[in-house]
Nanobody, 113 residues
Framework: QVQLVESGGGSVQPGDSLTLSCVGS????????MFWYRQVPGKGREFVAR???????DYSESVKGRFTIARNDAQNTINLNMNSLKPDDTALYYC???????WGQGTQVTVSS
């Protein structure tokens, strides 16, 4: 069974840093592009970052330069290192595998003074 489990969310102040993790199981993790998305209530899920098996990464304009996605295929894990957090980064963050379409349960990030 394909499964993704996120962790690392929390409540922080503007300017702080936070690292999210996602552990995958039930598939050959190292072969797949992995994604981070986020969602706020009342809106659709927003692409945040992705990383392919060759470690090429892409980011949304809203997080470029502040967030870094990384993967450790030996541990079936991707991380999202988030720096200079802003209140607009407040959301439920999801790990995503496109094929098969799989989402984790999400981890909440709240940025507030």
């Amino acid at each position: 069974q394909v499964q993704l489990v996120e962790s690392g969310g929390g409540s922080v102040q503007p300017g702080d840093s936070l690292t999210l993790s996602c552990v995958g199981s039930g598939f050959r993790f190292g072969h797949y592009i992995m994604f981070w998305y986020r969602q706020v209530p009342g809106k659709g899920r927003e692409f945040v970052a992705r990383i392919d098996s060759n470690l090429r990464a892409d980011y949304s304009e809203s997080v470029k330069g502040r967030f870094t996605i990384a993967r450790n295929d030996a541990q079936n894990t991707i991380n999202l290192n988030m720096n200079s957090l802003k209140p607009d980064d407040t959301a439920l963050y999801y790990c995503h595998l496109a094929f098969p379409d799989t989402w984790g349960q999400g981890t909440q990030v709240t940025v507030s003074s």
